[in-house]
């Protein structure tokens, strides 16, 4: 495997997740310092141990933890290159409007969101620093989905919401900086094989059946598929690339009836 990042400093939020674990495995491949940022210590320092890592034990809706990973992660390694900003939560409680109370709601919108929000305010004062030292800014890819492109009648409506929320934020913020060596990205990956999703559609696998069919290519993604993705999107092979909404979806957002 190349070494597209080589020296790079790599922050991952919802670090020892599926897609995230895969990616920090990428990022370390590929030659980053990798910085594992979770709320599960024990998990999270394992996952630093295997890519040779630091692991900051973070809550991603605390602005003054936030702030304290990056500054952290520059401290430890001198600058702060790509912010894999993955942290999200699809918990139960958030269905239909009609069965979705506000706590629901809320909750959904802080950690998948409000996280986006205070991760990209913190790292972005790094990256412009490095561009006027260096001439070299860094890479954001903030984790949306392929449901902020599409609707779904099986809702998880702050979900969906929250996910709309992280793509335009994103656009805006690539467009914002992109002169200042910045790239900014939504990632859109469709349906994949994460515990998360998995436990999801254990309890309800009519559920999983009814969103499997409408996947052009006839299965869900597997978290390394969507690591290799991000791994594009943080390397200079991407250095085109900003503003946009990256999808890794298996066709589903191109598809009105999938093969047989």
């Known amino acids: 495997m190349t070494e597209r990042l080589a020296g790079r400093v790599a922050v991952i939020t919802g670090g020892t997740g599926g897609i995230g674990m895969a990616t920090a495995r990428r990022f370390a491949a590929e030659g980053a310092h990798v910085v594992l940022a979770d709320l599960d210590e024990a998990a999270g320092k394992a996952a630093a141990e295997e890519v040779g890592g630091l692991f900051v034990r973070t809550d991603v809706t605390d602005a003054e933890r936030v702030a304290a990973l990056f500054q952290t992660a520059f401290d430890t390694y001198g600058s702060v290159d790509v912010a894999f900003n993955n942290a999200g939560i699809s918990p139960p409680d958030d269905d239909s409007i009609l069965t979705t109370d ?42 949306a989905s392929f449901v902020a492109t599409l609707g779904s009648a099986t809702s998880q409506i702050s979900y969906t919401a929250s996910k709309g929320g992280v793509l335009a934020m994103s656009r805006e913020l690539g467009v914002q900086f992109a002169r200042q060596g910045i790239r900014v990205n939504a990632l859109s990956p469709g349906p994949v094989n994460t515990p998360l999703l998995k436990e999801l559609f254990a309890k309800d696998p009519e559920r999983a059946a009814r969103r ?21 999107l943080a390397s200079d092979d991407a250095s085109f690339v900003t503003a946009s909404n990256f999808l890794v979806d298996g066709g589903i957002s191109g598809a009105y009836v999938t093969a047989l």
């Open 212 to 232: 499997l069919v409408h996947v052009p290519r006839g299965s869900f993604a597997e978290p390394e598929e969507i690591a290799a993705a991000v791994a594009f």
């Open 102 to 143: 506000i706590e629901a709601w809320d909750r959904v919108q802080k950690v998948n969101l409000t996280s986006v929000y205070l991760c990209c305010k913190a790292v972005i004062p790094y990256m412009q620093r490095q561009f006027e030292a260096t001439g070299r800014g860094g890479s954001i890819i903030n984790t």
